[in-house]
């Protein structure tokens, strides 16, 4: 199950503590121009190791296709990308080959396969998600063209809330923050975690503007359905809401239906997405991380042999996923919504006879 989507597929390989990391992206149409500077670049915002808010550890990320592109455009075959890991310290993770990492996939994994790649949690480890910010880059840059946009920044950190939402604020900033004015209060609960070998957890919001109405495939396909199963699927999301999501259920009928005007929506609690399908309006999404569970705090734990042991770990971890999740959570959004613009293809006559014009 390392395959995301229906006629836009991601397939990822790679571990933590690997040779590389790496992607193929299969079903790109013919003739997108692959601007492999875009792609990197996206890769420098995840990457490690930019401020004192994430881990240490260095990796340039630097991203090499192999396979899709020709002259610079998309041939229509499946786009490899393949990234070298370059700065492992495989030994920091000796002391816990045999025991698990509380709050960590050691102890499912090694119960599930009967082993376990323990360097930096192996494939489990969100090292794994470079390479979806690759295929997402891939994703935009299909969407850009179609006038579609994605932003994403941190709306809470450790409970300390965004009043004002600035995604231009967010490009700026070492913590993708959002609020200006709350940000100094967010990156002081970070460090002071990070100074208490603890760590916070944080909210990430992402929306997407320009997408048509129509995108989404009801009944088991929805839209918002597929969003929160992307978003899930990044390594400790624990929960996802699309538009005013929990503070819905605190509201009456007649609050949170989003009345309609000849010019549109007059609020827009339903996230841009109805019945599984897009609305035309802006897609909201919040996704919200737990704290890293790599902390360096003793803990109890057991061994491979179910034994009481002290879990005392060492390495290199972010004191906040949450800060680079938020380039991740623009991944996953822009694949989706790639995948769903693939799928709604030829949902009408017209579309049809747009591919196959008549012939004179």
Request: with cysteine; aromatic share 6%.
């Amino acid at each position: 199950m390392n395959t995301f989507g229906k006629k836009l597929t991601l397939t990822t390989f790679g571990e933590s503590h690997g040779k590389a990391l790496g992607c193929i992206l299969d079903g790109v149409p013919a003739g997108l121009k692959i601007d492999e500077a875009f792609i990197q670049s996206e890769l420098d915002r995840r990457k490690p190791g930019k401020s004192k808010l994430e881990t240490s550890r260095k990796e340039d990320d630097k991203m090499e296709i192999l396979s899709g592109v020709f002259e610079g455009i998309s041939t229509g075959t499946p786009i490899a990308m393949v990234i070298f890991n370059g700065n492992q310290k495989s030994r920091d993770y000796d002391n816990v080959k045999d025991l698990f990492r509380p709050g960590h996939a050691d102890y499912t994994y090694f119960h599930k396969y009967g082993l376990r790649d323990y360097r930096g949690g192996g494939r489990s480890s969100a090292r794994e998600t470079a390479a979806r910010v690759a295929g997402g880059a891939i994703a935009k840059l299909m969407l850009k063209e179609l006038g579609i946009e994605i932003h994403s920044g941190l709306c809470e950190v450790d409970g300390i809330k965004a009043h004002t939402i600035d995604f231009s604020h967010a490009k700026t900033s070492d913590m993708n923050a959002l609020d200006p004015q709350m940000e100094a209060a967010q990156v002081e609960a970070i460090v002071q975690a990070k100074n208490n070998h603890d760590s916070v957890g944080g909210v990430v919001l992402t929306t997407a503007t320009g997408v048509p109405v129509g995108l989404g495939e009801p009944l088991y396909y929805k839209l918002d359905a597929i969003l929160a199963e992307a978003m899930m699927g990044i390594n400790a999301a624990k929960a996802v809401e699309i538009g005013d999501g929990i503070a819905s259920t605190h509201l009456k009928g007649s609050q949170n239906n989003d009345e309609i005007t000849p010019e549109g929506f007059k609020s827009n609690h339903a996230g841009g997405i109805l019945g599984g399908i897009s609305n035309g309006d802006t897609i909201v999404v919040k996704t919200h991380f737990k704290p890293t569970p790599s902390i360096f705090q003793e803990q109890e734990t057991v061994n491979t042999d179910n034994e009481a042991v002290a879990c005392n770990l060492k390495g290199r971890h972010d004191p906040c996923v949450a800060v680079r999740g938020t380039i991740v959570c623009e991944a996953m959004m822009a694949l989706v919504l790639a995948d769903m613009t693939l799928l709604n293809m030829g949902k009408k006559m017209e579309h049809l006879h747009a591919l196959y014009p008549t012939k004179a």
